[in-house]
């Protein structure tokens, strides 16, 4: 929703409303076969927004010829009402203070986000998860205890300097449940995060960007307090249990940008089974290392960068599996001319998983082993573009294809996709026309099994009346292969859509449509779809 702008009491905006509605008619029918779909279908849908100092109140309604569904969602959104430099956040809201530590986490509660000159101050307190006790006649698998936390950030930023430090803290409810079955296996948590990130810039052309967090989870909060073998920052942190642990992540990143040539490292290592209560999701047990050079020539004209790097897991030593990944890729871009445009793009993404068997400490592998395991993935990019005409005329002509290749073990299980693309575009200005021929090629192999797609096709366009009537029609005829058995598939569209403009826009803009697809199959049996649906609409 738009925050609320105080500023505009008493003006003429300070109340706007909004909304449309649109009736849909979609009719059906099949030939040499079975319907795929009821052979008519309508449905009427309308909203209605007011807007009351940027605070929206959006209404909806549907209906079809199968059920009707009315939906008032304020009590589910917030406002956020903002004068000048402060805004505030009420309501089921998320707030986004550091990667490692609250992270887009919905809350219901409040939050606020002061912006005076170059500083930053940032605070949330709210309900991060209801109590549910489960449901014992089906499964324990949602319970879970009611779960409130608070963040709060202060941070400085000036002309590429900056420091900031956030802190988290979320903890759960013992008491939000009455029972607590054994079956559920839960029990009741809590998390304290915080970080420090920094960044230096250096003569406009170098800088350097860093982020350290800590992160301590308790496993089940009603467990024995004990204070040996912490830290003093943990320690104060929050209250250490027997069930309490402490993970470690950072990550930095220093670079050179000139005119021509631009340089970036950039390192992270994030401990194994680190997660903040802040966050949904959150890869752990990594260490990533990425050089990212790129340079620019003939003015910019030319464009040349390369990414490459590797990536290692199981950082305590603890797993099984160990994998070393390879990470790679370049981009060239090249603009010659306003009528020439090209571009090149290759990737690689090698990964090698090594097994540490745990129960033969005398095991040496031998060639017959499958425990070292390779995955490959290759895919490269390339496109051509010529444009050319007069403003009157203008003409496109492209040429595009891709390679995918997909391997493991030596590529035994290697899937291998080809797909090229050519067009050619026309576009009369005068008589609003474009008209378009294209073709296409996609081939899958995988194994034994090799599958092609291929075809023709084309597609034109008007406007009439002042552009308030568009009118536009189209084929596309492929054939599909799949070890050399064919199969043939012509589709037809057609569209017609009429949008008359009001005299006075404050009553809105009608609009009607029609659109209609024949998809044709030949084949040992001729079979036949068309669909065609018909649109009627009003907007304010």
Not at 309 to 331: E, F, P, W, Y
Request: charged share 15%; glycine share 8%.
């Amino acid at each position: 929703m738009q925050a609320q702008d105080l500023g505009r009491i008493g003006k003429k905006d300070m109340l706007t409303v909004s909304g449309g509605m649109n009736y849909n008619a979609v009719f059906y029918d099949a030939q040499g076969m079975q319907n795929r779909r009821d052979p008519f279908t309508w449905y009427f849908n309308g909203n209605i927004d007011m807007n009351f100092l940027g605070v929206d109140l959006p209404f909806t309604y549907s209906y079809t010829n199968n059920h009707g569904t009315y939906t008032q969602p304020f009590n589910m959104q917030s406002c956020h009402p903002h004068y000048k430099w402060a805004t505030a956040h009420i309501g089921t809201t998320a707030m986004n203070f550091s990667g490692y530590t609250l992270s887009g986490r919905i809350f219901t509660g409040a939050g606020m986000e002061l912006k005076p000159a170059n500083w930053y101050v940032g605070a949330m307190y709210g309900r991060f998860s209801k109590a549910d006790e489960g449901d014992a006649a089906v499964s324990f698998e949602n319970a879970a205890f009611r779960r409130t936390g608070c963040a709060a950030k202060m941070g400085y930023d000036k002309n590429g300097n900056a420091l900031s430090a956030t802190f988290f803290s979320a903890k759960d409810d013992a008491a939000s449940l009455a029972f607590i079955p054994p079956e559920a296996g839960i029990s009741p948590m809590e998390n304290t995060a915080m970080s420090v990130s920094g960044k230096i810039t250096l003569f406009r052309i170098f800088h350097v960007e860093s982020e350290m967090a800590l992160s301590g989870i308790t496993k089940n909060s009603l467990s024995p307090v004990v204070t040996t073998g912490f830290s003093g920052l943990e320690k104060w942190m929050m209250t250490t249990h027997t069930t309490t642990a402490f993970f470690h992540a950072w990550k930095m990143s220093a670079g050179y940008t000139g005119k021509i040539f631009a340089l970036s490292l950039n390192h992270e290592r994030v401990d194994p089974d680190y997660e903040t209560f802040g966050a949904y999701y959150f890869t752990n047990d990594l260490d990533n290392w990425t050089l990212a050079p790129s340079l620019r020539l003939w003015k910019g004209k030319l464009t040349l960068a390369l990414n490459a790097g590797v990536q290692r897991n199981n950082l305590d030593a603890t797993k099984i599996n160990t994998m070393h990944r390879i990470v790679s890729s370049c981009a060239i871009s090249f603009v010659p001319s306003a009528s020439w445009m090209m571009s090149f793009s290759f990737s690689d993404f090698t990964s090698y998983t090594n097994r540490r068997p745990l129960t033969d400490p005398f095991w040496s592998p031998s060639p017959a082993d499958t425990l070292n395991f390779y995955q490959v993935s290759q895919q490269g990019n390339a496109c051509v573009m010529y444009m050319f005409g007069k403003k009157e005329m203008k003409q496109n002509f492209s040429l595009s294809g891709s390679y995918q290749r997909s391997m493991q073990q030596g590529g035994a299980m290697g899937t291998d996709i080809y797909n090229g693309n050519v067009s050619y575009s026309l576009q009369l200005a005068k008589q609003k026309m474009s008209f378009s021929v294209l073709g296409n090629f996609n081939e899958a192999g995988t194994g034994a099994v090799v599958s092609e797609y291929f075809g023709p096709g084309w597609q034109g366009s008007c406007s009439l009346l002042k552009n308030t009537l568009r009118c536009s029609a189209g084929t596309v005829y492929n054939v599909s292969l799949t070890n050399g058995a064919a199969a043939k598939i012509c589709s037809y569209r057609a569209q017609l859509s009429y949008s008359p403009g009001m005299k006075n826009k404050k009553y809105g803009r009608p609009v009607l449509s029609l659109n209609a697809v024949y998809v044709q199959r030949f084949a040992s049996q001729d079979t036949g779809e068309l669909t065609v649906t018909v649109n009627a609409g009003y907007s304010f």
